[in-house]
C-alpha cells in the first residue's frame, strides 16, 4: 500500500521569499503523485500533477514540484510567495488502484 | 457551473442519531469519493465509488456506509454517530481512471456530534 509524509505541519515564511514544502511518499509499485491547496474554508484544488514524463512539474500560481524517484520525493517549490499563498497544502499519492492517499498536510504561513 | 455540490453544509447530532450526506455532481464523472479532514490527520479515504452501483472501502470505512444508485450522486451513511465522527467531510469526483488525480472538491460538510 502506498502512503504519503509532509515532514512539516507548518511553515512560516516572509513574503517573497522562497519555499519549498517537502513530501515523501513510499509504494511497491509506479506512482503518481500530486499537490493540493486548500484555502481557508474551502475545498481542495489542484495545483500540479506527476504522472510520467519530466521529473520537474510546473502548476498554477507560480509553483512547481520536482519528482525524485531515487529519493521517493515530490517536494513543492515557488520562488517568491505572497499573501495570497497562505493556504494549506497537501501532497497526495496514487499507484493506480483507484485510491487517492493525501499526507496530513503543510499549513504554510506567510509574515508580513 | 455548480460542479460538486454537498448537502448540508452544517449539521449537529447526538451520539446515536443517524443522518445522510449528500453529494452531487453535474460533470458526469464516474468516480466519486468520501474523505474525512481532522486536524493533524489530514484527508482520510472513507468510501469510494467507481461507477453507478458500485461502492468500495477506503482507510476508514467503519461506522460509514455508502450508495450510489445514480451516477450523479454519492452518499454517505452514519447509522448510529459517535463523538470520534465529529469531522468535515468532503465529497470529490473524477472521470474515469480517477488515478490521474484531478479531483473535483466540494466546499465540505460540517458535522459534529455531541
Known amino acids: 500500500a502506498q502512503s504519503v509524509t509532509q515532514l512539516d505541519s507548518q511553515v512560516p515564511v516572509f513574503e517573497e521569499a522562497p519555499v519549498e514544502l517537502r513530501c515523501n511518499y513510499s509504494?511497491?509499485?509506479?506512482?503518481?503523485l500530486f499537490w493540493y491547496v486548500q484555502y481557508p474554508n474551502q475545498g481542495l484544488q489542484l495545483l500540479l500533477k506527476?504522472?510520467?514524463?519530466?521529473?520537474l512539474v510546473k502548476g498554477i500560481n507560480g509553483f512547481e514540484a520536482e519528482f525524485n524517484k531515487s529519493q521517493t520525493s515530490f517536494h513543492l517549490r515557488k520562488p517568491s510567495v505572497h499573501i495570497s499563498d497562505t493556504a494549506e497544502y497537501f501532497c497526495?499519492?496514487?499507484?493506480?488502484?483507484?485510491?487517492?492517499?493525501f499526507g496530513k498536510g503543510t499549513r504554510l504561513h506567510i509574515l508580513p | 457551473n455548480a460542479g460538486v455540490t454537498q448537502t448540508p453544509k452544517f449539521r449537529v447530532l447526538k451520539t446515536g442519531q443517524s443522518m445522510t450526506l449528500l453529494c452531487a455532481q453535474d460533470m458526469n464523472h464516474e468516480y466519486m469519493y468520501w474523505y474525512r479532514q481532522d486536524p493533524g490527520m489530514g484527508l482520510r479515504l472513507i468510501h469510494y465509488s467507481v461507477g453507478e452501483g458500485t461502492t468500495a472501502k477506503g482507510e476508514v470505512p467503519d461506522g460509514y456506509n455508502v450508495s450510489r444508485l445514480k451516477k450523479q450522486n454519492f452518499l454517505l451513511g452514519l447509522e448510529s454517530a459517535a463523538p470520534s465522527q465529529t469531522s468535515v467531510y468532503f465529497c470529490?469526483?473524477?472521470?474515469?481512471?480517477?488515478?490521474?488525480?484531478?479531483?473535483?472538491f466540494g466546499e465540505g460538510s460540517r458535522l459534529t456530534v455531541l
Open positions: 470529490a469526483s473524477s472521470p474515469p481512471g480517477g488515478y490521474t488525480g484531478e479531483l473535483f
Open positions: 509504494s511497491s509499485v509506479s506512482v503518481y
Open positions: 506527476y504522472l510520467s514524463g519530466s521529473t
Open positions: 497526495a499519492v496514487t499507484n493506480r488502484d483507484d485510491k487517492i492517499i
